[in-house]
């Protein structure tokens, strides 16, 4: 393996220094990754680390609660929920004698860098710690405690903090650990109560946790097409009894068998008294009669094991806390770890936790426009997103645009392709369009399996996952005469894409052929959806974190069967063509020893070197590896040779077992990220083709043309922001050999997965987040987390 960067160790060395984690205040699933993380990194670079257990309680009452750790002591820890060294509310800590005690205690054992996992709460008081530090060394020194010496070694600590909280209320980072983790939980079980919703003709009301902050209840409103939902940031209008009721009757006039109501244990009227699920089930039931039923989640929502995506923000920020800690100097504030698209960020920890108290100041003050304004542009699209595809209008409110928009799948099936298409449908219904549905890919096309599709059409279709429009991978070279004449006998002005690698082809081929057929010569819109995330112009794809979760589910059930049967090495081959996407976001979201990819190329020695690195982990308390392998990776290295090579050099001390992951990774439920990006990155493509439709329509000739090379564009997520980038453009940075981009962001996590798996590396410090200020209210970005 690559051996340690000089400059790295020059610029970042831990030597002489310790480390302290601890968790605080509500527990959140990845903070386990999250303390995993720094341990790990703060061994890597030479620091000593110490685990401080029950939070501040234990760092006030010292002795056993602040022990130094090992590499092996955070084994196996990353897959499990909640907090394994321990949370504790103190109010001991909030008095100065309590604080006093808990300086003694750090300096008894050398620490002066803190990392805190919590809330806004616990790194307030982290905060206030640091400020009083050398009052209290002064205060030792004068009681005997401590000698002058000690105090004059130790004249500063530094605080770097983590956001532990599954409401995701803390401004600054667009998402905090926990908050994804509690979304699966909430879909989960949403998607079971669907079922028996449905079989009943029951209405449900769904009481989710968040009792300052509605992030939870809208993104899981969003994520299952909820009837109705109740946030504190947004209370409903005057009336809202009546309009609510209106629309509940409304669905069952339309046959629709399920109503969903979500209700955020914080939600409340515009004269801030509190509106509860049990007040919305009686109103239900006075006014309509309906069976309705209330399900309260409360602490489900915290546990379960994390989520893979929670599992790699934690692991990242863990990383880059201690990178803040050994960068700090005595005049550097004390900051906190923020994720911003799918950057890491440092921010000043007191301008976050202010801009948090803001919004609650605005909702205590009836300011719920502020509020929401506040919450961030993330937050505030979801909350227009929501409203837009819940709330139908009349036909007689409805602008009529007489433009006719078709959508289709293209390409292998990924969860989250529906919640796509239902986000597109509504959208474009409400903008005034007319919606078509194309069946199997652009081979339906050419078919004419073309529909007008409906409002209700779509309902229920979040949740399901494959494609229900049906899919194929045919691209439309060979069909471009009868998809020509397919458009203009449906009077078709637009056109949208959803799929992966050969939707993109596909959208080329198409926008090549314009020359020939003027009936192509419309605004047409790709959204990147493909497990193998492997679409240029994108750093997201759609489908491609429900696969990941699979990949991650699977691994953990593999790890277990594992530890019955001691030394035991698992070979994983997980899909992605020549895209090592998912074995290396896996391979870090399971701790995966190795994965093997396409992009970095490895030979027979690297081979032998992980072996070796095996070898030696058996030797230590930590019995079992995992070994992920991209599909393509390596035409000659295959999973069999790889298996094989592995049972040889490790006989004796370890045996194998190899897993095909397979089309698994395909199907199931969409996840939330998934079924958000999947909405909102379509409603954002409909409004685009909209503006373009106005923009290049002849009144003279009564039609839309469009041939200028912006109106072929493929709409994606890159770092902060959604982009739309014609097609053209892009076929620069595309390799079209291997169906991948020429550069990839994800290839910057690399490192880190071998650093958390002990391996030496090199780790490019310039990628990490420097200091930043808050200039903006959290998650400006155009779609957010999810």
């Given at each position: 393996?690559?051996?340690?960067?000089?400059?790295?160790?020059?610029?970042?060395?831990?030597?002489?220094?310790?480390?302290?984690?601890?968790?605080?205040?509500?527990?959140?699933?990845?903070?386990?990754?999250?303390?995993?993380?720094?341990?790990?990194?703060?061994?890597?670079?030479?620091?000593?680390?110490?685990?401080?257990?029950?939070?501040?309680?234990?760092?006030?009452?010292?002795?056993?609660?602040?022990?130094?750790?090992?590499?092996?002591?955070?084994?196996?820890?990353?897959?499990?929920?909640?907090?394994?060294?321990?949370?504790?509310?103190?109010?001991?800590?909030?008095?100065?004698?309590?604080?006093?005690?808990?300086?003694?205690?750090?300096?008894?054992?050398?620490?002066?860098?803190?990392?805190?996992?919590?809330?806004?709460?616990?790194?307030?008081?982290?905060?206030?710690?640091?400020?009083?530090?050398?009052?209290?060394?002064?205060?030792?020194?004068?009681?005997?405690?401590?000698?002058?010496?000690?105090?004059?070694?130790?004249?500063?600590?530094?605080?770097?903090?983590?956001?532990?909280?599954?409401?995701?209320?803390?401004?600054?980072?667009?998402?905090?650990?926990?908050?994804?983790?509690?979304?699966?939980?909430?879909?989960?079980?949403?998607?079971?109560?669907?079922?028996?919703?449905?079989?009943?003709?029951?209405?449900?009301?769904?009481?989710?946790?968040?009792?300052?902050?509605?992030?939870?209840?809208?993104?899981?409103?969003?994520?299952?097409?909820?009837?109705?939902?109740?946030?504190?940031?947004?209370?409903?209008?005057?009336?809202?009894?009546?309009?609510?009721?209106?629309?509940?009757?409304?669905?069952?006039?339309?046959?629709?068998?399920?109503?969903?109501?979500?209700?955020?244990?914080?939600?409340?009227?515009?004269?801030?008294?509190?509106?509860?699920?049990?007040?919305?089930?009686?109103?239900?039931?006075?006014?309509?009669?309906?069976?309705?039923?209330?399900?309260?989640?409360?602490?489900?929502?915290?546990?379960?094991?994390?989520?893979?995506?929670?599992?790699?923000?934690?692991?990242?920020?863990?990383?880059?806390?201690?990178?803040?800690?050994?960068?700090?100097?005595?005049?550097?504030?004390?900051?906190?770890?923020?994720?911003?698209?799918?950057?890491?960020?440092?921010?000043?920890?007191?301008?976050?936790?202010?801009?948090?108290?803001?919004?609650?100041?605005?909702?205590?003050?009836?300011?719920?426009?502020?509020?929401?304004?506040?919450?961030?542009?993330?937050?505030?699209?979801?909350?227009?997103?929501?409203?837009?595809?819940?709330?139908?209008?009349?036909?007689?409110?409805?602008?009529?645009?007489?433009?006719?928009?078709?959508?289709?799948?293209?390409?292998?099936?990924?969860?989250?392709?529906?919640?796509?298409?239902?986000?597109?449908?509504?959208?474009?219904?409400?903008?005034?369009?007319?919606?078509?549905?194309?069946?199997?890919?652009?081979?339906?096309?050419?078919?004419?399996?073309?529909?007008?599709?409906?409002?209700?059409?779509?309902?229920?279709?979040?949740?399901?996952?494959?494609?229900?429009?049906?899919?194929?991978?045919?691209?439309?070279?060979?069909?471009?005469?009868?998809?020509?004449?397919?458009?203009?006998?449906?009077?078709?002005?637009?056109?949208?894409?959803?799929?992966?690698?050969?939707?993109?082809?596909?959208?080329?081929?198409?926008?090549?052929?314009?020359?020939?057929?003027?009936?192509?010569?419309?605004?047409?819109?790709?959204?990147?959806?493909?497990?193998?995330?492997?679409?240029?112009?994108?750093?997201?794809?759609?489908?491609?974190?429900?696969?990941?979760?699979?990949?991650?589910?699977?691994?953990?059930?593999?790890?277990?069967?594992?530890?019955?049967?001691?030394?035991?090495?698992?070979?994983?081959?997980?899909?992605?063509?020549?895209?090592?996407?998912?074995?290396?976001?896996g391979a870090l979201a399971s701790g995966a020893d190795a994965a093997y990819v396409f992009e970095e190329p490895f030979d027979i020695r690297d081979l032998q070197a992980n072996v070796e690195h095996l070898t030696e982990k058996m030797k230590t308390g930590i019995q079992?590896?995992?070994?992920?392998?991209?599909?393509?990776?390596?035409?000659?290295?295959?999973?069999?040779?790889?298996?094989?090579?592995?049972?040889?050099?490790?006989?004796?001390?370890?045996?194998?077992?190899?897993?095909?992951?397979?089309?698994?990774?395909?199907?199931?439920?969409?996840?939330?990220?998934?079924?958000?990006?999947?909405?909102?990155?379509?409603?954002?493509?409909?409004?685009?083709?909209?503006?373009?439709?106005?923009?290049?329509?002849?009144?003279?000739?009564?039609?839309?043309?469009?041939?200028?090379?912006?109106?072929?564009?493929?709409?994606?997520?890159?770092?902060?922001?959604?982009?739309?980038?014609?097609?053209?453009?892009?076929?620069?940075?595309?390799?079209?050999?291997?169906?991948?981009?020429?550069?990839?962001?994800?290839?910057?996590?690399?490192?880190?997965?071998?650093?958390?798996?002990?391996?030496?590396?090199?780790?490019?410090?310039?990628?990490?987040?420097?200091?930043?200020?808050?200039?903006?209210?959290?998650?400006?970005?155009?779609?957010?987390?999810?």
């Amino acid at each position: 393996m690559a051996q340690p960067d000089k400059k790295f160790f020059e610029n970042l060395s831990g030597t002489g220094k310790a480390i302290a984690v601890l968790t605080s205040g509500g527990d959140a699933q990845g903070m386990n990754a999250a303390v995993r993380a720094v341990v790990r990194m703060g061994i890597y670079v030479g620091a000593k680390v110490y685990l401080v257990h029950e939070g501040y309680q234990g760092m006030v009452d010292g002795g056993h609660n602040i022990i130094e750790v090992s590499w092996e002591s955070v084994s196996s820890i990353l897959q499990v929920g909640g907090t394994v060294i321990g949370s504790a509310r103190c109010k001991a800590f909030r008095s100065h004698e309590g604080r006093l005690q808990a300086a003694y205690n750090l300096i008894k054992c050398g620490i002066t860098n803190l990392c805190v996992i919590g809330g806004d709460g616990s790194l307030t008081g982290a905060n206030l710690f640091r400020e009083e530090w050398s009052g209290l060394l002064e205060e030792l020194v004068k009681g005997g405690k401590i000698e002058r010496g000690t105090a004059q070694k130790y004249t500063h600590i530094n605080i770097v903090g983590m956001v532990g909280s599954i409401d995701n209320d803390f401004c600054g980072t667009d998402m905090t650990i926990g908050t994804d983790s509690a979304l699966h939980r909430i879909i989960e079980v949403v998607d079971a109560i669907m079922t028996t919703a449905q079989s009943h003709q029951r209405t449900f009301v769904l009481e989710v946790m968040g009792r300052h902050c509605g992030y939870l209840a809208l993104v899981s409103a969003l994520a299952c097409g909820a009837d109705w939902v109740f946030i504190p940031e947004c209370p409903p209008q005057e009336g809202w009894e009546d309009q609510m009721c209106t629309k509940l009757s409304e669905n069952r006039a339309q046959k629709k068998r399920l109503n969903i109501i979500i209700v955020s244990e914080g939600a409340i009227d515009t004269h801030n008294n509190p509106i509860t699920s049990e007040k919305v089930k009686d109103l239900v039931v006075s006014c309509l009669g309906f069976d309705t039923r209330v399900t309260i989640l409360g602490h489900v929502q915290r546990g379960g094991t994390p989520s893979a995506f929670d599992r790699i923000l934690a692991s990242r920020m863990g990383v880059e806390a201690v990178l803040a800690l050994l960068e700090a100097t005595p005049d550097t504030p004390a900051c906190v770890v923020s994720l911003c698209g799918n950057q890491a960020v440092r921010l000043p920890l007191m301008e976050c936790v202010q801009m948090t108290q803001e919004v609650q100041k605005a909702m205590d003050e009836r300011r719920f426009e502020d509020a929401v304004r506040l919450r961030g542009r993330s937050f505030e699209n979801n909350l227009n997103t929501y409203k837009l595809l819940s709330h139908k209008k009349s036909v007689s409110e409805l602008p009529k645009s007489n433009f006719n928009v078709a959508v289709l799948n293209v390409g292998a099936p990924a969860a989250g392709m529906n919640g796509a298409v239902r986000s597109a449908v509504r959208v474009g219904i409400t903008e005034g369009h007319k919606m078509f549905a194309v069946n199997d890919g652009f081979e339906g096309f050419a078919k004419g399996q073309i529909k007008e599709i409906q409002w209700g059409d779509v309902g229920g279709w979040t949740g399901q996952g494959g494609s229900l429009l049906g899919t194929k991978r045919t691209l439309p070279a060979k069909y471009l005469k009868q998809i020509a004449d397919q458009i203009r006998t449906h009077n078709i002005s637009a056109l949208l894409i959803i799929g992966g690698f050969e939707a993109y082809l596909g959208l080329l081929e198409l926008s090549v052929a314009r020359e020939k057929y003027q009936e192509l010569c419309i605004p047409m819109v790709m959204v990147p959806a493909t497990v193998s995330n492997n679409v240029p112009g994108s750093d997201f794809s759609i489908g491609a974190d429900t696969a990941l979760n699979t990949i991650t589910d699977t691994c953990d059930r593999i790890k277990l069967s594992a530890s019955g049967t001691k030394r035991r090495v698992f070979i994983i081959e997980t899909m992605g063509g020549f895209c090592g996407y998912l074995a290396n976001m896996g391979a870090l979201a399971s701790g995966a020893d190795a994965a093997y990819v396409f992009e970095e190329p490895f030979d027979i020695r690297d081979l032998q070197a992980n072996v070796e690195h095996l070898t030696e982990k058996m030797k230590t308390g930590i019995q079992r590896g995992l070994v992920l392998r991209n599909e393509n990776c390596n035409e000659n290295y295959t999973t069999d040779f790889i298996y094989q090579l592995y049972s040889e050099e490790g006989k004796g001390v370890f045996d194998c077992r190899k897993n095909v992951l397979g089309h698994m990774q395909q199907g199931g439920a969409p996840s939330p990220f998934d079924r958000n990006f999947g909405t909102k990155i379509s409603a954002k493509a409909i409004q685009w083709i909209s503006r373009k439709l106005k923009e290049n329509y002849r009144q003279d000739e009564g039609r839309v043309f469009a041939n200028a090379e912006d109106t072929v564009c493929l709409l994606g997520m890159h770092r902060r922001n959604l982009h739309f980038q014609p097609v053209v453009q892009l076929k620069a940075e595309t390799d079209f050999e291997h169906r991948i981009p020429k550069e990839q962001w994800w290839l910057k996590m690399r490192p880190l997965m071998k650093i958390l798996a002990k391996y030496k590396t090199s780790y490019d410090v310039s990628d990490s987040g420097q200091l930043e200020h808050v200039r903006r209210p959290r998650g400006q970005t155009d779609t957010g987390p999810i």
